[in-house]
């Protein structure tokens, strides 16, 4: 998954609209490890006790690929996906998936995704979770990009005279 650091720039400034800002949220949750999605979680303090509803459980699901970005469709291969649902006390209800076997993110990701949902802690979620999230990603991308372009070799032809 790839998302741009403004499209979560946008929504960490509190764009009025919660569809879009929960989907910036879930986008890098999905995107961030596990252990990073804790410390971030750490500093809303102590989250409430979450009801698990559904989960964590890890099951696969099928990739499917085109080559060429526009031809026939095949099954690429199978990946692990861990997706967990919650219930707070309050009757919030939160879903996440997680590429992997992570149980932990997964259900913590539910949990935020809960807390979105009653609305009533949006702006710390948005600064504590989701700015620092996002900015760990943008510094991600960067740093990866500076390093494919370092081994970038630009190819010429030389073209001879006519004979």
Known sequence: MTTSRTEHAGAAGGTGDPGRELKALMDILA??????????????GKLPDAT???????????LRGRIGG?????????AAVTRATVR?????????Y????????????AVLAALWSEGNRREEILRDVLEPLAEARAAETS????EAAATRVDFFTMVRGDD
């Not at 698990?52 to 099928?62: A, F, I, K, Q």
């Not at 707070?88 to 996440?96: E, F, I, R, T």
């Not at 740093?143 to 500076?146: D, E, F, G, I, V």
């Open 98 to 109: 997680a590429l992997g076997q992570d149980r932990e993110k997964a259900r913590l990701s």
């Open 31 to 44: 995107a961030s490890p596990g252990g990073e999605i804790t410390a971030a979680a750490a500093a809303l």
């Open 143 to 146: 740093r990866t990009r500076r």
């Open 52 to 62: 698990p509803v559904r989960g964590p459980e890890t099951g696969l699901v099928m």
């Open 70 to 78: 526009d031809g026939a469709p095949f099954n690429l291969g199978e």
């Open 88 to 96: 707070l006390s309050g009757g919030a209800v939160g879903h996440a």
